[in-house]
Each structure stands twice: as structure tokens, then as C-alpha cells.
Antibody
Framework: QVQLQESGPGLVKPSKTLSLSCSVSGASISSGAYHWSWVRQPGGKGLEWIGRIYTNGITNYNPSLKSRVTISVDTSKNQFSLKLTSVTAADTAVYYC????????????WGQGTTVIVSS | EVVLTQSPGTLSLFPGERATLSCRASQSVSSTYLAWYQQRRGQAPRLLIFGASNRATGIPDRFSGSGSGTDFTLTISRLEPEDFAVYYCQKYSTSPPENTFGQGTKVEIK
């Protein structure tokens, strides 16, 4: 059974960089069949897709966040990571990682989510 | 940029009733690239429907999806207590390659 688990600081200061990791168990992150995505959800609001990484290292990002986002993969640890620079209070949200089966199939396995608060 | 608009914002129904949720796209969307998710309170989203009408693994057959072009529908034939949640539609775009969610429809107990 595939499981994803987010980890990282729950509090980040404004203007700093938010860094999260997603550990994957039950599947190899380097399997060509999957992509790996990040999605966030501000409190009481809807879902916002942040971006995805393919196993070949290619990334796609939400245009509204593209200038501040980097998603990377560490195959040795079987995990992928999110970095979001120059954060503000608007970046406060629950951050989810998800397995993305690609166009036409959707995101079928999700982590439980981790809350990140941007505050001084 | 294609925008997904879901309606209604909130749907108040009794258990056992039928729920019909709408997702309208600002431009035509390939049905192949349209998915629906359920999010219960305090939980991560769960994939319900992909390719507009295909149920994901383990999803009960009371959930069904339909539609094409700009209009898509999620139907729950008979609401069970665990179905009261927020539902999101999502589309995949090819150029640029990205995912977009609708703003969600909350199905609440009347």
C-alpha cells in the first residue's frame, strides 16, 4: 500500500523559504509510471495545485507561483521536496503531497497534509 | 486560462437524497482530463472520478460522473452520512501542463 508523509517546519518567518519533504513508502519514487505533486489549501478555502515533478526530473508549476517554487526528487531517500521562497502570510496553508498518475487519471494517493504558518 | 466554476456553493440535502453537482469550464475541456475529488472535514482529498466518468479504485457505484465540453456533473445517487463533504472538480491542461481546481461544492446535511 502506497503511503505519503509530509514533513517540515510548521512555522516560517516572512520573506524566508518554506521547505517541505514528502516521504514515499510502498512504491519507488523513480518508477516511470508516476508523477509527484504538491497541493495546498489555505484555511477554510479551496485547493491550489502548486506543481509536479516527473521521474525524469521535468517539473511543471502553477504559473502564479512559478517564480518562487522548486520541486525536486531525492531517489536515494525515496522522497520529493518543495521549496517556496519569499513567503508571506498568504502562503499559510495546509500543504499536501500526492501521487499524480498524470493527465486523465488524477492524484490517487495523498499525504495527510502538514500545516505551515507564515508569521514572525 | 481555463477557469472551473462549481455550483452550487452549498447543497443542503437529507441522507438518502440525490445530489447533483455542477462543474462548468470557461472553455471546452477534454473529458479525458476532468476529475472529481471528495474532501471530508479534516482529511486529505480523495480521488473519486477520473476521465469525467470513471470511478477510481474503491469508490462506491452511487458516485457517477458525466459531461463533456464545458459542462460536467457529479451525481451521488443516494447520500450516505459519510458523503457529506466538500467536492472539487479538477482539470489537467496540456499547454501549459498544469492542474486547476474548481472552488468546491459543500454538501451538507439538511
Amino acid at each position: 500500500q502506497v503511503q505519503l508523509q509530509e514533513s517540515g517546519p510548521g512555522l516560517v518567518k516572512p520573506s524566508k523559504t518554506l521547505s517541505l519533504s514528502c516521504s514515499v513508502s510502498g512504491a519507488s519514487i523513480s518508477s516511470g509510471a508516476y508523477h509527484w505533486s504538491w497541493v495546498r489549501q489555505p484555511g477554510g478555502k479551496g485547493l491550489e495545485w502548486i506543481g509536479r515533478i516527473y521521474t525524469n526530473g521535468i517539473t511543471n508549476y502553477n504559473p502564479s507561483l512559478k517564480s518562487r517554487v522548486t520541486i525536486s526528487v531525492d531517489t536515494s531517500k525515496n522522497q520529493f521536496s518543495l521549496k517556496l521562497t519569499s513567503v508571506t502570510a498568504a502562503d499559510t496553508a495546509v500543504y499536501y503531497c500526492a501521487r499524480d498518475l498524470g493527465p486523465g487519471v488524477g492524484m490517487d494517493v495523498w499525504g495527510q497534509g502538514t500545516t505551515v504558518i507564515v508569521s514572525s | 486560462e481555463v477557469v472551473l466554476t462549481q455550483s452550487p456553493g452549498t447543497l443542503s440535502l437529507f441522507p438518502g437524497e440525490r445530489a447533483t453537482l455542477s462543474c462548468r469550464a470557461s472553455q471546452s475541456v477534454s473529458s479525458t482530463y476532468l476529475a472529481w475529488y471528495q474532501q471530508r472535514r479534516g482529511q486529505a482529498p480523495r480521488l473519486l472520478i477520473f476521465g469525467a466518468s470513471n470511478r477510481a479504485t474503491g469508490i462506491p457505484d452511487r458516485f457517477s460522473g458525466s459531461g463533456s465540453g464545458t459542462d460536467f456533473t457529479l451525481t451521488i445517487s443516494r447520500l450516505e452520512p459519510e458523503d457529506f463533504a466538500v467536492y472539487y472538480c479538477q482539470k489537467y491542461s496540456t499547454s501549459p501542463p498544469e492542474n486547476t481546481f474548481g472552488q468546491g461544492t459543500k454538501v451538507e446535511i439538511k
